[in-house]
């Protein structure tokens, strides 16, 4: 099994910055993706950055965003600054990997998610 544990959010203001971090452990064969999703109140989660060789942004974040992978640790962190009421939501972390049990076996892991906050 991989488990993800995300820290780092809280409640800020309009315009300020969070900072998330998630690290990946247990049975680690591989981890190809990680990524950040979110999910706003009563709505359905969304991808907000992804690394997969390449990274990709939510249009909604682009120049406001920065995430960061450390590959030899595991670990991916997402610099949030500029943050606007509708970056509300739980955000999540995801890990497509697989384990030593299974190493030809890719899953999708998910963290238990964090709070963000941003109030106007």
């Known amino acids: 099994q991989v488990q993800l544990v995300e820290s780092g959010g809280g409640l800020v203001q309009a315009g300020g910055s969070l900072r998330l971090s998630c690290v990946a452990s247990?049975?680690?064969?591989?981890?190809?993706?990680m990524a950040w999703y979110r999910q706003p109140p009563g709505k359905q989660r969304e991808l907000v950055a992804e690394?997969?060789?390449?990274?990709t942004y939510a249009d909604s974040v682009k120049g406001r965003f920065t995430v960061s992978r450390d590959s030899d640790k595991n670990t991916l962190d997402l610099q949030m600054n500029s943050l606007e009421p509708e970056d509300t939501g739980v955000y999540y972390c995801?890990?497509?990997?697989?384990?030593?049990?299974?190493?030809?076996?890719?899953?999708?892991?998910w963290g238990q998610g964090t709070q963000v906050t941003v109030s106007s």
């Open positions: 995801k890990a497509e990997g697989s384990t030593w049990q299974a190493p030809r076996l890719v899953v999708n892991y």
């Open positions: 247990g049975n680690i064969f591989t981890i190809n993706v």
């Open positions: 690394v997969a060789g390449t990274t």
